[in-house]
């Protein structure tokens, strides 16, 4: 059983930066792929970033060019950078491991909140 634990997630305003971490238990962080999801109120759940095992990183459209998804596997941890955040940023964030596509699991969230 692997467990994900969120942190860096707060009350910023539009234009300021945050960072958030992803730690996971356990000895499969770095054989896996990690994402950050999001799920506004009232809105799906949707992919932000993701980083594989070899470190490639892609985005969606909305977070490209703010956001910056890295991994450090020696700290079996995941970062989201997020810069020049807008009050449509405002969301629970998540964190994702998948396992060889067999296996995922969920952190429990970080609220972040865009406002003035």
């Known amino acids: 059983q692997v467990q994900l634990v969120e942190s860096g997630g707060g009350l910023v305003q539009p234009g300021g930066s945050l960072r958030l971490s992803c730690t996971a238990s356990g000895s499969i962080f770095s054989s896996s792929t990690m994402a950050w999801y999001r799920q506004a109120p009232g809105k799906e759940r949707e992919r932000v970033a993701l980083?594989?095992?070899?470190?490639?990183?892609n985005y969606a459209d909305s977070a490209e060019g703010r956001f910056t998804i890295s991994r450090d596997n020696a700290k079996n941890t995941v970062f989201l950078q997020m810069n020049s955040l807008k009050p449509e940023d405002t969301a629970v964030y998540y964190c994702h491991l998948e396992y060889l596509r067999v296996t995922a699991y969920w952190g429990k969230g970080t609220h972040v909140t865009v406002s003035s």
């Open positions: 980083i594989t095992s070899s470190g490639s990183a």
